[in-house]
């Protein structure tokens, strides 16, 4: 029986049945640290699902259109606080891109193709359902080549439908959920800003934050736009994709070279246009992201030393409750290393409750967000082992104090204690 006391797989499972003795004696005690780690491992899970989420979304968006296709508009991909003139963003006052511009493009020998594309929102109305604020894309006819996703019913606008800026929409599944309650959708009739326009296909985007699309898409010729709903194309912006094995550098060059021609820019002006790569973007979204994990950290940090602080609480309260009982364990021969080991166990083993608790929450909030926004939350398994690994890690570091402590006792001291 001695040597089992010194076996090291029965001091863990000692020191765990008695974290669970002293979480059922001092439950208000134990809950608060239990919920100071819970808080710091739901932040961790919730928001690491959901930059994962948001990171596949994005990589799969800027994959569609092919790792060589560049982006061509009037704003720079970058973030700028601008003054009430504009003097600090003189991009406002550049003129806008056109179509013909774009069909210039079209025509350059590097280039596959160009989709033009310009966003607005617009209400939606069928029979006596009415949708308002939804998201209207105006696309040229190739877009779908740019922008990826799957049509699942019906078909893409024509040229001629182009041309002819045609009343035809396409709709994505949130639209035809809730016009239809899952019915057929392709061949009705619906009103656009009080216009009848004809739904020609259904429209499976991928998933992305930053697109909008489960607040409901449309999607319409860029001319339809422009004609019909009156969408201004200032803000209209263009997608190049060069043709298969060309360089994207040369194709950029060819394409800036075009477009200034165009724009009538002369030798020494400045382009009053920006053209981004995809790898631009990324920059970009990594400073967003940059400050989910920046406030990720913080609020980790302050449910960790809640937790650390509740840890200290409780342990130096049980190493006095149970002085005598240190003391009998001593007298009958346990080490100050066999008493250190314990009370570490014990604080350990309150963390890791709080984690398993933070993660069981923070699982169920994740697959709310994938329900019900267009992020496709997942928390990645290393996420799920560092919160483990850190709860237990808090539990060792705030639980050292009160564990040297208890070690250190004098067994005649604590035999005598009351």
């Given at each position: 029986?001695?040597?089992?006391?010194?076996?090291?797989?029965?001091?863990?499972?000692?020191?765990?049945?008695?974290?669970?003795?002293?979480?059922?004696?001092?439950?208000?005690?134990?809950?608060?640290?239990?919920?100071?780690?819970?808080?710091?491992?739901?932040?961790?899970?919730?928001?690491?699902?959901?930059?994962?989420?948001?990171?596949?979304?994005?990589?799969?968006?800027?994959?569609?259109?092919?790792?060589?296709?560049?982006?061509?508009?009037?704003?720079?991909?970058?973030?700028?606080?601008?003054?009430?003139?504009?003097?600090?963003?003189?991009?406002?006052?550049?003129?806008?891109l056109t179509l013909d511009q774009g069909r210039e493009i079209s025509q350059l020998p590097m280039v596959q193709g160009v989709s033009a594309d310009i966003q607005s929102q617009t209400s939606v109305k069928y029979a006596d359902r009415e949708l308002p604020g939804v998201q209207l894309i105006g696309y040229s006819t190739n877009w779908f080549d740019m922008a990826g996703g799957d049509i699942t019913a019906g078909r893409n606008f024509t040229e001629s439908e182009y041309d002819g800026a045609a009343p035809v929409v396409l709709i994505n599944d949130k639209v035809a959920e809730r016009l239809f309650n899952g019915g057929e959708a392709v061949g009705k009739e619906l009103r656009l800003n009080g216009q009848q326009f004809t739904v020609i296909g259904v429209y499976n985007p991928i998933?992305?934050?930053?697109?909008?699309?489960?607040?409901?898409?449309?999607?319409?010729?860029?001319?339809?736009?422009?004609?019909?709903?009156?969408?201004?194309?200032?803000?209209?912006?263009?997608?190049?994709?060069?043709?298969?094995?060309?360089?994207?550098?040369?194709?950029?060059?060819?394409?800036?070279?075009?477009?200034?021609?165009?724009?009538?820019?002369?030798?020494?002006?400045?382009?009053?246009?920006?053209?981004?790569?995809?790898?631009?973007?990324?920059?970009?979204?990594?400073?967003?992201?940059?400050?989910?994990?920046?406030?990720?950290?913080?609020?980790?940090?302050?449910?960790?030393?809640?937790?650390?602080?509740?840890?200290?609480?409780?342990?130096?309260?049980?190493?006095?409750?149970?002085?005598?009982?240190?003391?009998?364990?001593?007298?009958?021969?346990?080490?100050?290393?066999?008493?250190?080991?314990?009370?570490?166990?014990?604080?350990?083993?309150?963390?890791?409750?709080?984690?398993?608790?933070?993660?069981?929450?923070?699982?169920?909030?994740?697959?709310?967000?994938?329900?019900?926004?267009?992020?496709?939350?997942?928390?990645?398994?290393?996420?799920?082992?560092?919160?483990?690994?850190?709860?237990?890690?808090?539990?060792?570091?705030?639980?050292?104090?009160?564990?040297?402590?208890?070690?250190?006792?004098?067994?005649?001291?604590?035999?005598?204690?009351?």
């Open positions: 029986m001695a040597r089992n006391r010194l076996n090291p797989l029965y001091q863990l499972a000692e020191g765990v049945v008695i974290a669970f003795d002293a979480i059922r004696t001092n439950k208000v005690r134990a809950g608060l640290t239990i919920l100071g780690i819970a808080v710091g491992v739901f932040v961790v899970t919730v928001m690491s699902a959901a930059v994962h989420g948001i990171n596949a979304g994005v990589s799969r968006s800027l994959a569609a259109a092919g790792p060589t296709t560049f982006f061509i508009s009037r704003w720079p991909a970058e973030f700028q606080a601008c003054d009430g003139g504009g003097e600090s963003c003189p991009w406002l006052r550049f003129r806008p998933a992305n934050i930053f697109e909008g699309s489960d607040k409901g898409r449309l999607i319409v010729p860029i001319t339809t736009a422009q004609r019909r709903l009156n969408v201004s194309l200032y803000w209209m912006q263009l997608t190049v994709k060069p043709r298969e094995g060309v360089d994207r550098d040369l194709a950029m060059d060819e394409t800036i070279a075009t477009l200034r021609a165009a724009r009538h820019l002369r030798p020494g002006q400045s382009n009053d246009f920006f053209a981004t790569t995809p790898e631009k973007l990324l920059a970009l979204y990594n400073k967003i992201v940059g400050v989910f994990f920046l406030v990720m950290i913080t609020l980790s940090a302050v449910g960790l030393l809640v937790g650390g602080v509740g840890v200290v609480a409780i342990m130096m309260i049980s190493v006095t409750e149970r002085t005598r009982e240190i003391g009998v364990r001593k007298a009958l021969g346990a080490t100050r290393s066999a008493i250190l080991w314990q009370f570490l166990v014990e604080a350990a083993t309150l963390t890791l409750v709080g984690a398993l608790v933070g993660l069981i929450v923070g699982g169920a909030i994740t697959l709310l967000i994938r329900s019900v926004t267009p992020i496709d939350a997942s928390t990645p398994p290393v996420a799920i082992v560092a919160a483990l690994v850190c709860s237990a890690l808090a539990g060792v570091v705030f639980g050292m104090l009160p564990a040297v402590r208890a070690s250190r006792l004098d067994p005649v001291e604590a035999l005598r204690y009351e």
